[in-house]
Every structure is written in C-alpha cells, then in structure tokens.
C-alpha cells in the first residue's frame, strides 16, 4: 500500500509545498535530452512534477502511480492532459508499450522491499522499453547510511502554505535491520490550523552497487552507466541499463 504521505488526500494536497525544490529531477531532464527520447514511462511519477516537466518538452509521457491521491494532485495540474495517467503499481503498465525510456525518480526504485518484487518491476519496465530502450533510476548508496541522519532534529521544519496554513514536519528512523538494509521511518505532519497529526510511514531497501547491477543483469539489461547523483555528490548512484537490441 502507498505511504499515507502520498496516499493520503490532505498531505498529497501539501507535498510539493513541503518539497519545492525539485532540482534532483535536473539530471533527469539532461539524460532524456542527451539520449533524444521522444517517449517516456515515469513509474512512480507521484504528484507528476517530472512527467509535466517532460511533457511541456514535446515529450510523450505516461505516468504511473499507485497513490490515488497523489494522481488526483497531478491530473489537476495545468496541462495535465499532456501527459496519459495511469493509477497503478508496475503490473498497470499496458502491453506492448515500445518508449524510450522509463524512469524511477527520487526514492522509488527503493520501495520494493523483496527481491521477487524488485525483480518483477524491473521485468515490467524492460517489457515496456523498445529494444535499445533505456531504465533510468537513482538508488542511495547505503555505504553512506543516510538514515542516520534522519533525525527530529536535522530535519524539522515548519512551512506556510497557501490556504493551509503553518505545516510542520519532520523524519524519524524507527527501525534498522540488519547493517541498513531496510530502514524503517516515519514523517509525523502537525496542521497547526486545527491541531491534526498525520503521521506518514515508510519502509526503503538499501541495495548496494554490485546487487542492483546483478538485478539488472538478471531481468535481462546491459548497465550502461552508473552515475553520481549531482544534487547528492556521493551518497546517491543513478543507473542507466539499456534493453539490448535482441
């Protein structure tokens, strides 16, 4: 199920007010240009900030997204219609789809917390991809244990929001297994207009280099590049996997 932080009518309302700054999607954006696709498949496209990014681009765009709320913000973004919304996980993907590239931004190449699921969403995106077609996500490095940062204290912060009001937020990790393996947290959000608390949790898989490139060899890519997030130098690996011709 989707995280109340996207699924969740009254904080999909206030998520891109809480997180303006989408500079991250920047390199995204280069690598579509640099590789001259025309189509795109943004799996886990959320309130479809970069799926409207590409579209107002001449890009043909589907996104997909298992959060009804958070696809309920998207479709009532301006242009919304430039772009085929598709409310679902991976098995939503319709068949015999032949795009460019797909795309997992941000942390969603790290919700699927099995290897059988990873696997299956990878299986999904290859299917959509035309032969040469390519995958381009971003995973955290867990060699930089990201997690222990993720304090009340370092990440804490109150925002103004047009018509809502003062929202406080902030994460707290309340669970690690294993050496960082999944790490479990959660966003409490505190509407100072009425007192709500709505607290958001999620569960992220820290895979390290060498298992996402054996994943990806197993669902049957070529790793082209392994790249370092710009707006994380160090802590974040983008992978760019191509389906092979044949």
Known sequence: MPDAIFDEPRLAAIYDALDP???DLDPYVAMIDELGARSVLDLGCGTGVFALQLAQRGVAVIGVEPAAASLDVAREKPRADRVTWIHGDASAIPALLAVDVVTMTANVAQIFLTDPDWLA?????RAALRPGGRLIFEARDPARRAWEEWTEEA??????????GRVTDWVQVTEVVGDGELVTFESPNVFESDGVVIVSRS???FRSRAEIEDSLHVAGFIVEDVRDAPDRPGREMVFVAKRPQV
């Open 203 to 205: 569960t992220l898989r």
């Open 121 to 125: 969403t990878l299986a999904k995106a």
């Open 21 to 23: 700054d989408r500079s």
């Open 155 to 164: 990440t804490r912060s109150t925002t103004m929001i047009a018509g809502v």
